[in-house]
């Protein structure tokens, strides 16, 4: 009986190693196909040749969708486990979710951190250096050569940063216990540099995210349509018609020679027929879509900004009287034992849309800031250059989504694998240190975001608008025409 009881245990542990393996390659490849519609949405067309390149920007172009994908798991593992856990408390005899269980979730935690691992030192590394090789001089030139040269400088990038990396540790701890697991490099070396890279990105959150959440509120005011209040769109589109009519007659007036005009009036010309495209759509947009809308987006984004200012300052107080509020605190209940909000299911939903809300925040903001600002990439022209550092940028933000949410507050699920291994996450200082930044900046930006109007009004009263104190221009709405012809920006 013994027996028959051990071969039934092998066969249920194989049974559900296979599920679970099954079920982590179905939402890659749904994840990978995604992806690579999204990359080839953006590739540049003119990069499609039937040559050698050709197949180095293919075989980029793979590398790169599958960087994007683990991106795309990444941000979707926090979320992911919060729901499951709620589902398990819900239905927990339920024979149709018997595959979700603990197993499956600490799996996909370690499938993640692992291809994190692999994107960003192995894949991307050698992505790049494969498309911007050419081969060893008096070699002959071909796709091995290619190959020889990236792996060379592979080992030569790895040699680098190991060395700094061990001359760091060997500067910063000098005990005895420390030199030796200097020389332990898949234990000690890895994980200590992947936590690294993760504080990094986390710092990187810490800038883009404020900046995200108060751009937000001009994204969203250009893609909808805003309500027309004391407005006549018929005389702005009689007015735009007419400027455009008068660009295209001096267009053509000008003869080919003078190439810098020409570029000029193109651009202006241009910039008319997209302003009078957007007051076409607003013209044609229902009552409802430009008076319920557009106010119902703005309050929601409002509140959602609030709620999660609110949830980091309560974080802040519960770090300051209970150490277990630390993101490397006291291990939980368990996947499927205990719900992690008091208010339930409700609560774990607001977790999820908050989770997403950084994340999108987070990519507005880096797009946002002028470092950053020549990486936003353009549809059927972008290179695959920019296209492996956007991949490469994604993958940072993506990986430190889920220490960011868990180091706020933003929920008390406990940071699974690698994710949860972070030295500086038991560190009372950093954290506390992180909460406060992210609140103080964040407050910060609102403020500058809603009192931008008032302060354009106090320079022009007090004369400085011509010194470009404000700069404000980045933040502006849609320009449109007054009723003398000019534009003038809301």
Request: charged fraction near 20%.
């Amino acid at each position: 009986m013994e027996g028959q009881d051990e071969v039934s245990a092998r066969e249920q542990h194989f049974h559900s190693q296979v599920r679970e393996s099954t079920i982590c390659f179905l939402l890659f490849a749904i994840l990978y196909i995604v992806s690579y519609f999204i990359i080839t949405r953006y590739k540049r067309k003119s990069d499609e040749q039937e040559d050698e390149d050709a197949i180095v920007n293919r075989i980029s172009l793979f590398l790169s969708t599958f960087t994007l994908a683990v991106s795309a798991g990444a941000v979707l593992l926090l979320p992911f486990s919060i729901i499951s856990n709620e589902i398990l408390l819900s239905f927990p005899q339920n024979y149709y979710i018997q595959w979700l269980n603990g197993s499956l979730i600490h799996g996909l935690w370690n499938l993640a951190s692992l291809f994190s691992n692999l994107c960003l030192f192995v894949l991307m590394p050698f992505a790049f250096f494969f498309l911007e090789s050419e081969g060893f001089a008096g070699l002959k030139r071909g796709i091995r050569a290619r190959i020889l040269e990236t792996l060379v400088m592979l080992i030569l990038l790895a040699l680098l940063i190991l060395g700094i990396v061990w001359v760091a540790l060997a500067l910063i701890d000098n005990d005895a216990a420390s030199m030796e697991s200097l020389y332990d490099l898949w234990e000690f070396y890895l994980p200590y540099l992947y936590s690294c890279i993760s504080l990094m990105g986390c710092l990187l959150l810490l800038l883009c995210t404020p900046v995200g959440l108060s751009r937000m509120f001009t994204v969203m005011g250009q893609l909808l349509v805003k309500p027309t209040i004391l407005e006549d769109l018929d005389e702005q589109i009689y007015i735009i018609t007419l400027e455009e009519e008068a660009l295209q007659r001096r267009l053509n007036g000008l003869s080919s020679s003078v190439e810098h005009n020409i570029t000029e009036l193109e651009q202006e010309l241009d910039n008319v027929k997209t302003l009078k495209t957007k007051l076409e759509r607003r013209k044609k947009a229902s009552a409802w879509e430009r008076n319920l809308v557009y106010p119902a987006v703005m309050v929601l984004l409002l509140i959602e900004t609030s709620i999660s200012v609110l949830l980091v300052a309560c974080n802040i107080l519960c770090l300051l009287v209970d150490e277990t509020a630390m993101p490397k605190g006291t291990r939980g209940p368990g996947i499927g034992n205990a719900s992690l909000s008091a208010f339930g299911f409700v609560g774990a939903a607001l977790e999820i849309i908050l989770i997403f809300y950084l994340m999108v925040s987070s990519v507005v903001g880096f797009y946002s800031l002028r470092f950053f600002g020549n990486f936003i990439p353009k549809k059927d022209d972008t290179t695959m250059t920019k296209i492996i550092g956007n991949c490469v940028s994604i993958l940072v933000l993506s990986s430190a989504l889920p220490v960011m949410s868990r180091t706020l507050g933003i929920t008390r699920f406990d940071l699974l694998g690698d994710f949860g291994r972070f030295n500086w996450l038991g560190n009372f200082y950093i954290v506390l240190s992180y909460n406060l930044l992210f609140a103080i900046m964040t407050t910060l930006c609102l403020v500058r975001k809603f009192t931008s109007a008032v302060r354009e009004e106090l320079f022009k009263a007090l004369g400085l608008h011509k010194l470009h104190l404000s700069d404000t221009s980045r933040d502006s709405e849609t320009t449109k025409p007054s009723a003398n012809g000019h534009q003038k920006a809301l």
